[in-house]
């Protein structure tokens, strides 16, 4: 995921690309509780991707405040 891309796109969409991310997170923990997690590195970058949402979340709420 590119934050240009996240960029491109509305707070709606951010906020709904934010609620899959969180749970895909939850069902990857899940499955490393249990042993059936293969790709390790899927939880890294599902994390990553998250915390890039919110920066840009961020970034557009600023910058909205800054216009009033």
């Not at 991310?21 to 059936?36: C, D, H, I, V």
């Not at 293969?38 to 994390?47: H, L």
């Amino acid at each position: 995921m590119n934050a240009q891309e996240l960029r491109d796109k509305t707070a709606d969409q951010l906020n709904e690309e934010l609620a899959s991310l969180k749970k895909e997170a939850f069902n990857l923990r899940f499955q490393q509780a249990t042993g059936q997690l293969e790709n390790t590195a899927r939880m890294r970058s599902v994390r990553r991707d998250a915390a890039r949402v919110k920066t840009i979340l961020n970034e557009k709420a600023k910058a909205a405040a800054g216009d009033n």
